[in-house]
């Protein structure tokens, strides 16, 4: 089984037949306090990104959905500050990436995002949002204008899977390596927080492209 592949099925359709529960957009804002849990209790920052990975369709309608995506996330940008993109990665998935330095608007801003999505029936489509997290010190390296790789000394991501409606933990580290021990700590820590997924098939590594940070570069 291939990447695209293993894609398609973790957080695809077989994710969607094997669910135990429905995925729930408003399952986002759960992060809203979940940073603060990160900071407090992990030494996790905010890096002040995250994205919304989606299966596009060749249809004028879909287009039309991702042009209101855009165009309520304009409207939303003097209000939140939000800074805003939309991307297609080297496998074929869509992507829209967000910034902000309020958590709370990066939050509120991607359930905009996937909310509008379902509004016009292309729920369907969405695979997973992703938001980044960075060690204290590295976050502070990158805020400085400091550079570096993908998983270079400790970022970390939650990963929401739309098929499954849980979340998971995903700590890669340079090489293709994941940080088991990481992920452990932070399931440990968000459990009752967030909805996690307890069934670890379905902690699907969504690797960045050669010389990409994030899994969208």
């Known amino acids: 089984m291939g990447l695209l592949d293993g894609l398609r099925a973790v957080l695809g359709l077989r994710a969607e037949a094997d669910a135990k529960r429905d995925a729930d957009p408003d399952d986002l804002f ?26 596009g369709v060749d249809s004028s309608s879909f287009r039309e959905a991702v042009d209101e995506v855009e165009a309520i996330l304009e409207a939303g940008r003097e209000e939140t500050g939000t800074e805003f993109s939309v991307s297609s990665d080297e496998h074929g998935y869509h992507w829209v990436v967000l910034e902000d330095e309020d958590p709370e608007d990066l939050v509120t801003s991607m359930h905009f995002a996937a ?21 204290g010190d590295t976050a502070q390296r990158y805020r400085d204008g400091g550079g570096g790789t993908a998983g ?57 492209s050669s010389g990409g940070k994030h899994p969208w570069e």
């Not at 499954?164 to 820590?189: M, N, V």
């Not at 968000?190 to 960045?208: A, M, Q, S, T, V």
């Open 30 to 55: 759960g992060m809203s306090t979940a940073y603060l849990t990160m900071e407090a209790d992990l030494g996790y920052e905010s890096a002040d990104v995250g994205a919304l990975c989606f299966s």
């Open 152 to 208: 270079a000394d400790g970022s970390a991501y939650w990963i929401y899977s739309f098929r499954r409606g849980r979340f998971y933990p995903f700590a890669p580290r340079p090489g293709r390596e994941r940080d088991s021990s990481a992920e452990f700590k932070l399931e440990a820590a968000l459990d009752g927080e967030l909805e996690i997924e307890r069934e670890k098939e379905y902690w699907y590594p969504l690797w960045p």
């Open 115 to 135: 909310d509008t999505f379902i509004e016009h029936g292309y729920g369907s489509r969405l695979l997973a949002a992703v938001f980044a997290y960075e060690k």
